[in-house]
């Protein structure tokens, strides 16, 4: 069965410097994986995604995600955060058609100005 | 052009009571998820429809809930003899079909007393 773990539940960063934000995969076949933001009381929007086609991913905002088959990793990045990207972050994984997707607990991503 | 739209945007009842969540997709999307997230954790895959019909019910826990889509656009979650546990937000997705990214509403908060 397929599954995404995010390392971190928390992730505090200045304005203006890197965001990491961290996903493993766990799946028997080839993953779409995808990293969908929330803001407080919004719906989730989606930042990027990967299906199979080039493993480094741009999305949204300035957004980024690597796919990393040996690693079976998906970790998300910007080079330079904005006090706008403080909101909650999950990573999501589907196999085959998108009906089946499977989101991570989230991380919750601060910024200090 | 309008998005997911997701009323009420509030929902407070007390524990025994029924309650019916609606959903209005992105015109033309035929297919449509619905999801819960209690506080604290990722969105968790509730029910499937394409076009009218639910192509994958798994995710909803009992027989309490239940789920309609007529006419293939607007959905509505049907939960009978509410419990305290059932308290959460509920996510409506939508996406062109069973292959495209979700596009998800602000979803229903959904409280029993």
């Known amino acids: 069965a397929q599954s995404v773990t995010q390392l971190d539940s928390h992730v505090s960063v200045s304005e203006g410097t890197p965001v990491l934000l961290r996903c493993n995969y766990s799946?028997?076949?080839?993953?779409?994986l995808f990293w969908y933001v929330q803001h407080p009381n919004k719906g989730l929007q989606l930042l990027l995604k990967?299906?199979?086609?080039?493993?480094l991913v741009k999305g949204i905002n300035g957004f980024e995600a690597e796919f990393k088959k040996s690693e079976t990793s998906f970790h998300l990045t910007k080079p330079s955060a904005h006090m706008s990207d403080a909101a909650e972050y999950f990573c999501v994984v589907s196999v085959g058609n998108n009906n089946d997707m499977r989101f991570g607990a989230g991380t919750r991503l601060t910024v200090k100005p | 052009g309008a998005g997911v739209s997701q009323t009420p945007s509030n929902k407070v009842t007390e524990k025994g009571k029924y309650v019916e969540l609606r959903c209005d997709p992105i015109?033309?999307?035929?297919?449509l998820y619905w999801y819960r997230q209690s506080l604290g954790q990722g969105p968790e895959f509730l029910i499937y429809f394409q076009g009218t019909g639910a192509a994958d019910d798994s995710g909803l826990p009992n027989d309490r809930f239940f789920a309609v889509r007529p006419e293939g656009s607007v959905s509505t979650l049907k939960i009978q003899r509410t419990e305290r546990g059932d308290s959460a937000v509920y996510l409506c997705a939508s996406s062109l079909d069973g292959n495209q990214p979700q596009h998800f509403g602000d979803g229903t908060r959904l409280s029993i007393l």
């Open positions: 799946s028997s076949y080839s993953p779409s």
């Open positions: 990967y299906t199979s086609a080039a493993t």
């Open positions: 015109s033309g999307h035929t297919a």
